[in-house]
């Protein structure tokens, strides 16, 4: 145990900030923490897009359906998988640009969250707080067109920072034993891991909630992953040069 | 400035182990810094693999394109973007999985990276030293099927953990301009931040190989995305239940 991971294990999402502003350089240092975590063959397919504009965070609030704090954090960022920067460079050096291939679209979108997470990290460390924002991915033709975004990039998740004005619990997860395996995968563990686990949960949200809340992560999981999501995503992904073989 | 920031920064892929094993207890004190990153909606859609068989880490080698250090490592574990978990879940409470959306494939993939990446600081806040192994990627189904991976599980990437036995430099990264954008995206940015990064490159490999490495980052990525690559992950993918719609 040392503070680094005493800090990673304390994580919570913060959706409630302060109004104190980001100094520009303290953003710039969480940048650079982000591009220096590990990228594929160095391609670094990462561009943030830093939304100071007033007009344009209220819209994103309304892109993410609702979600107040994406205007009212100390900081908005959307972190976008960037192909097209890799393609201008290969193209400058008059090389023809492989597109469409399914492997860069993971490439990128794994570049853009470890590049986000050490950003995460470094924020967390200052004392910030922070709020991933999925809910970009509701509308992201609105989120590419707002920003300008050129093909062959894409929004993949906005990020909130900010000064934490709530202290809320750290949420349980799913016990070690459930995700961590030797050798090969073992789907025998999920029935006594998920059971134990769906009632943590459920205590959780009980205590969170003063009782209010009832609900297990299997439950949740039904909810998710028993119905289609974000429909949209293939065919927007296309067009804008990704997943196209 | 802080500890954290500063480590941070300085992170380097380590791709030279001595042969000091890592204790199970520090293995899972890392498994739990990832389990406690950020994930969509809760999902948890990560499973990690602990390869400690050593022939299966010999078989990981030459599937990864000759990486001895997948072997050489103090641990090597094959991060697993994982809907089959709650799919389980789902399914165990009456509802019927929503297979193959492209949406759920995004989320999966970031989760992965996410709680990697907290192993990832966790494990160098300690002095080990990682390597991030994407060449599993060269015949994943070949890794699927060597730890038995259930349909709706695929391998993202491998992750080589050990102390480390070299001391290499921190590869130089693009212009904080040139990734980070003010309310849109700026193109225009590229020809002076790439064309600077370049010689920063060169000079950097010069240095780092004693003159006989010569190239330049725009030079890599033409080599790098100039041409098709990892041809088979989209049919892959679909097969093994993602990206169906």
Redesign the interface.
């Known amino acids: 145990?040392?503070?680094?991971?005493e800090?990673?294990?304390?994580?919570r999402?913060i959706r409630k900030f302060t109004n104190q502003a980001i100094p520009q350089s303290t953003?710039?240092?969480l940048?650079?923490?982000g591009?220096?975590?590990?990228t594929?063959?160095?391609?670094?397919a990462?561009?943030?897009?830093?939304?100071?504009?007033i007009n344009?965070r209220a819209r994103m609030v309304k892109l993410s359906g609702g979600q107040s704090y994406v205007a009212s954090s100390g900081a908005f960022l959307v972190y976008?998988a960037d192909?097209?920067?890799?393609?201008?460079?290969?193209e400058?050096?008059?090389?023809?640009?492989?597109a469409g291939?399914?492997?860069?679209f993971?490439?990128a979108?794994?570049d853009?969250?470890?590049a986000?997470?050490?950003t995460?990290?470094?924020a967390e460390?200052?004392g910030l707080g922070?709020c991933?924002i999925?809910g970009l991915?509701n509308d992201p033709q609105q989120v590419a067109d707002l920003?300008?975004?050129?093909d062959y990039?894409y929004p993949?998740?906005g990020l909130c920072l900010g000064y934490p004005d709530q202290d809320p619990e750290?949420?349980p997860?799913?016990p070690?034993n459930?995700?961590?395996?030797?050798?090969?995968?073992d789907?025998s563990v999920?029935p006594e891991n998920?059971s134990s686990y769906d009632q943590t949960v459920r205590q959780y949200y009980k205590t969170r909630t003063g009782g209010k809340k009832d609900s297990t992560?299997?439950?949740?999981?039904?909810a998710?992953?028993?119905?289609?999501?974000?429909?949209h995503?293939?065919e927007f992904?296309r067009q804008r040069g990704f997943?196209q073989?």
Chains 1, 2 share one sequence.
Request: proline content about 2%; some cysteine.
């Open positions: 145990m040392n503070k680094t991971i800090q990673l294990l304390a994580h999402s953003l710039e240092t940048i650079a923490c591009q220096a975590a590990a594929s063959s160095n391609v670094q990462v561009t943030v897009v830093h939304v100071t504009d344009k976008c192909m097209n920067r890799p393609k201008w460079a290969c400058n050096q008059g090389g023809t640009y492989a291939m399914t492997e860069q993971i490439i979108t794994v853009v969250a470890l986000a997470q050490n995460v990290i470094a460390s200052l922070i991933y999925g991915r920003l300008r975004l050129p990039v993949v998740f750290v949420k997860r799913l070690l459930a995700v961590l395996m030797t050798n090969q995968y789907a999920f998920v992560w299997s439950e949740e999981m039904k998710l992953v028993g119905k289609e999501s974000r429909v995503m293939q992904l997943l073989k």
